[in-house]
């Protein structure tokens, strides 16, 4: 078994681009789910909708700081029609209508009648829209090695979108440890565990739950813009499962920590390949064919999944103590 | 019972929603049905201002919802209520909060998982860092924290509370998540508290100590309006007494006069007409006394196995 090329595999998923996307739309989440208490089902949608906002725009000839823009304004407009409706009703409402909001996105993005804007469901193809993107870059073409990692400076894959993804992350960790330690985010772990509290000491809980639902979703957008960046926009890879993968990641962390989603990424993704290579490597065809050690991989993220919420609720940085008190 | 307020008081007709002379809170037929049932119809209430008015009255008589229609958690199918001449009247709650008129809970909302000098924070009003793009610049709002943290302090050191400040609200027992919310209540110097059922399940030592706050509390100025089982305390703290049954408002009168009331006998005493409910030699000082040692020593114990909790706690972490 080639124990050097499983390792640096695993090790290229911790600083890939696809990891640091599900970082981003974690620490979106959680806003929503770790400071506030919103169950958004939706993420991907938010993630869906940012990646639809830039790549179309960008093919429209708008320059990248627009594209981003758009992006943005997309998942604010996304985040204003979920939020009026249903933050005045109890929690539940939220994620029937964030799941059923997301879909909504995903299908109306695949219909043939939307094909000349959105590619229906072969989607959007990459090099329709990393031009600008890559323009950016201040490397040479080539191929660069650090350490075990060798590739390419700007294309698709690249150095350049590993470094903006990270440097979008760290600017977002920075972000929620900043407003976590603020009174606003006070208000919010307040509205957290008893909203009728917070408003009768005097806060406009419907305002602040807006606000966060307004800054997760658009961190949500940000990652979804990182996620296509090295592949396509391609609306059923954005779908349900995509949601789910991003709590997992944020409860495998740990919710309402500041590292947790980066951590909970890094681990989800590189445990994800470690399965999956060394499955490949010692199961025998004759048990499992390959596309099966795929689906093996997901099944073990279930289980784990279900281990993790049942016996380490807090994530891996979460404080025990915090959840050890019972919710009266 | 302050002498100053029952002499304001004594010239008040005893009869349901008698003119006050200086009235913070005047409200007009207030009803609230809930399908066929009415829960509320009060036609007329005013409350006076820097006096404890109580709001009794039996299980059902609609205290709670009156409390909720009022402070903006709850909406009436009628009515108008001002307070210090201000309509209120389908208001939000947080700006029924602001305008100075602040509530606690029957269950106590204490925020579990938040420390409860955190919980006192939350209560101030006026803190910049409370809006986002302000929060994002600490300079702009660590000095109004530290004026709220200094008051904070200030308020757990009266309601004795300070030692507790790091601990998280949850691990607090009953009664000192009472005095959490009350104290946090007290954050934005309201001019009116409305407490509901501040004595439920509170220890005799802490009920007395409650009791002291909260006549502490109209000695500084504030008007108290509370919801109470307890006849002991109504007789022993408030100087004015409203009653209602069945929704409506039954009797109002001092504390001592009302329960002779005959309307009052009738409709909230019922079948318990002998039981004593207002037995002043049980708050006599020396009871008084007792009480507290015996709390004292409950207090102390508890301290003790709290001090031994967390330790065996953390051997597993």
């Known amino acids: 078994m080639d124990w050097t090329r499983i390792l640096s595999n695993v090790a290229g998923e911790l600083i890939a681009p696809t990891t640091a996307a599900y970082a981003l739309a974690a620490i979106g989440l959680n806003v929503h789910f770790g400071l506030t208490g919103l169950l958004n089902f939706g993420q991907a949608g938010f993630m869906l909708l940012g990646a639809y906002g830039f790549a179309i725009s960008t093919i429209a000839g708008w320059p990248l700081w627009a594209a981003v823009l758009v992006a943005i304004g997309c998942s604010v407009v996304f985040a204003l029609v979920l939020g009026i409706p249903t933050l005045k009703l109890r929690g539940d409402y939220l994620a029937i209508v964030t799941i059923a909001a997301a879909e909504i996105v995903r299908i109306v993005g695949r219909s043939t009648a939307l094909t000349n804007l959105t590619g229906a469901s072969s989607g959007l193809r990459g090099d329709s829209y990393k031009e600008t993107f890559q323009e950016l870059s201040p490397f040479d073409d080539g191929t660069s090695t650090i350490g075990p990692f060798t590739y390419a400076n700007n294309a698709s894959n690249s150095w350049w979108v590993r470094i903006v993804g990270w440097a979008l992350v760290l600017l977002a960790c920075l972000l929620i440890w900043r407003l976590l330690n603020s009174p606003w985010g006070r208000v919010l772990k307040g509205i957290r565990e008893d909203e009728d509290a917070v408003r009768s000491l005097g806060k406009n809980v419907y305002g602040y739950k807006m606000q966060a639902l307004v800054l997760g979703g658009v961190i949500g957008s940000l990652a979804g813009v990182v996620y296509v960046m090295p592949r396509a926009v391609q609306p059923d890879s954005m779908g349900r499962p995509m949601t789910f993968w991003v709590w997992t990641i944020l409860l495998l962390g740990g919710a309402a920590t500041v590292f947790g989603p980066v951590l909970g990424s890094m681990l989800f993704w590189a445990a994800l390949m470690l399965i999956k290579t060394v499955g490949r490597e010692l199961i025998p065809s004759t048990v499992m064919r390959a596309e099966q050690i795929e689906q093996f991989g997901w099944i073990v993220v279930g289980v784990t999944l279900m281990l993790l919420v049942i016996f380490r609720p807090q994530g891996i940085l979460g404080d025990k103590k915090e959840l050890a008190i019972n919710v009266r | ?317």
């Open chain 2, 1 to 317: 019972m302050s002498a100053e307020t029952t002499s304001t008081l004594a010239g008040v007709s005893q009869e349901p929603g008698a003119a006050k002379p200086d009235p913070i809170l005047v409200a007009d037929d207030v009803t609230r049905r809930f399908g066929g049932m009415t829960a509320v119809d009060v036609g007329h209430l005013e409350v006076q201002r820097g006096a404890i008015t109580a709001l009794i009255g039996p299980n059902g008589a609609g205290k709670t919802t009156l409390f909720n229609l009022l402070t903006g958690f709850d909406q009436p199918n009628s009515g108008r209520w001002t307070f210090e001449g201000r309509q209120l009247a389908g208001v939000p709650a947080a700006k029924v909060s602001r305008a100075g008129m602040v509530r606690t809970f029957q269950l106590t909302k204490a925020l579990s998982r938040m420390t409860v000098m955190e919980n006192m924070r939350l209560g101030a009003s006026d803190q910049p860092g409370e809006r986002l793009l302000q929060a994002l610049v600490p300079p702009l709002w660590k000095p109004r924290e530290r004026e709220i943290t200094a008051k904070a302090e200030e308020l757990l050191e009266r309601f004795k509370l300070l030692e507790k400040k790091d601990d998280f609200a949850g691990s607090l027992s009953g009664g000192q998540r009472k005095l959490l919310e009350m104290a946090r209540a007290l954050m934005s110097d309201p001019t009116m508290v409305m407490l509901d059922e501040p004595m439920a399940g509170v220890n005799p030592a802490l009920t007395q100590s409650l009791l002291g706050h909260i006549q502490g509390l109209r000695d500084g100025g504030t008007t108290v309006l509370f919801v109470e089982h307890d006849m002991h305390m109504v007789r022993h703290i408030s100087d004015w007494v409203a009653v209602m049954a069945e929704g409506r408002l039954v009797a109002e009168g001092p504390p001592g006069g009302v329960m002779a009331n005959p309307a009052v006998v009738d409709a909230y005493l019922g079948a318990h007409h002998d039981t004593d409910l207002g037995d002043d030699s049980l708050l006599s000082d020396e009871v008084a006394e007792q009480l507290e040692a015996e709390a004292e020593a409950e207090a102390e114990a508890r301290s003790h196995g709290q001090a031994e909790g967390p330790q065996t706690d953390e051997g597993d972490r």
